[in-house]
């Protein structure tokens, strides 16, 4: 059984096993320094689909069925899973897995939703309630453009503030079986609204939550960053994360040598063009199970934090000037079990 050390944080007794994971992306996330370590790269925006929205549930999809692959079951092996999507109602997600006939609970954490997704199957395993749980997510350029910002032929010029959504998806599936990575622990973020109203500026938006989480999950265990090889966060670019360094200094925590954004790590922010760097629900879901969920498996990488970031905006909320609320949530992944 889970146990709650305080009122957000839980340590997982059992610590489950994220058994497999996958990772599918786009051609420009596959031009990155991390094209090796991605499952699938697909060379075509709609992947085979008349639509870029239909592309989106195709590419998840993908990932789903490759981390099954992987752990070597099929659909009807799991017990349910945890999804979402940044496009309204989630239809990725709907779209993308209603074919597997898999129990789902749908899930909106804006980028922050593979952390959230992991956190709820970790947590759900770790309490006996399921054998397989698999927990997925996704984005794709031109469904977030379309929905959040502009009609792409616009043309519309980006600020240096500014992050590419992802084209990619990240799969897992968590189970009680027992071999690395284990999740060991997990804080469920807040919202944390500093009143930033830039959608331009997400970074920004988002640093706030990070720091929130950390910072709890680092003193409610009694932990200190130098305990773990690397913390790691959702999408915060380069904007965001030395504001997030900047932050939690402020409270006498120095994150700089073990800090790791994904958003940071998917493009090379000189060579391709993404200004700020990369976002949405897929960025921290390729490179968690693309890049991170490997080394850790392997022993390389003992102990990381794996905190994504999410802003929880609509279009119509910044229609009317609000600002952009934010949260992120937190898991701790390890090579050992206890």
């Known amino acids: 059984m889970s146990k709650k050390i305080s009122k ?3 340590i997982l007794k059992n610590t489950p096993t994220i058994f497999s994971y996958a990772s599918v992306v786009g051609k420009k996330e596959g031009e990155g320094p991390l094209s090796a370590f991605f499952d699938e790269v697909e060379e075509d925006s709609y992947f085979g689909q008349e639509t870029w929205e239909k592309a989106e549930s195709e590419m998840q999809k993908r990932a789903v069925k490759k981390a099954l692959s992987k752990a070597e079951i099929i659909p009807s092996d799991v017990d349910f899973m945890f999804g979402g999507d940044l496009m309204n109602q989630c239809i ?8 597997l006939n898999i129990p789902i609970l749908m899930v909106y954490g804006a980028c922050s939703t593979m952390a959230e997704t992991l956190l709820l199957a970790s947590v759900m395993s770790d309490n006996d309630m399921g054998g397989n ?3 997925v997510t996704s984005s794709h350029f031109c469904t977030a453009e379309r ?10 010029q980006r600020t240096p503030t500014a992050q590419w959504t992802t084209t990619a998806s990240g799969a897992v599936v968590v189970t009680p079986k027992r071999r690395p990575p284990y999740v060991r622990g997990v804080t469920i ?3 944390v609204d500093m009143g930033v109203t830039d959608a331009n500026n997400m970074g920004a938006a988002m640093a706030p939550a990070a720091a929130y989480t950390i910072r709890t999950y680092l003193q409610d265990t009694g932990s200190k960053p130098s305990d773990f090889d690397y913390i790691i966060t959702g999408d915060l670019g380069a904007v965001g994360s030395n504001l997030l360094i900047e932050l939690l200094q402020k409270d006498g925590i120095d994150i700089t040598a073990q800090h790791k954004d994904c958003g940071k790590m998917i493009f090379d922010l000189e060579k391709q063009d993404v200004h700020a760097g990369g976002s949405g629900c897929g960025c921290s879901a390729s490179v968690l199970c693309g890049y991170w969920l490997p080394a850790v498996e392997r022993g390389e990488v003992q102990n990381i934090l794996f905190a994504a970031t999410g802003a929880l905006m609509s279009p119509t909320a910044s229609q009317q000037g609000e600002s952009i609320p934010s949260i992120s949530h937190l898991v701790h992944i390890s090579h050992k079990g206890e």
């Open 147 to 156: 929905q959040f910002r502009l009609p792409l032929s616009y043309g519309g």
């Open 133 to 135: 749980i698999v927990a």
């Open 92 to 99: 990725g997600t709907t779209y993308g897995i209603r074919d």
């Open 8 to 10: 957000n944080t839980f």
């Open 189 to 191: 973020g807040k919202i």
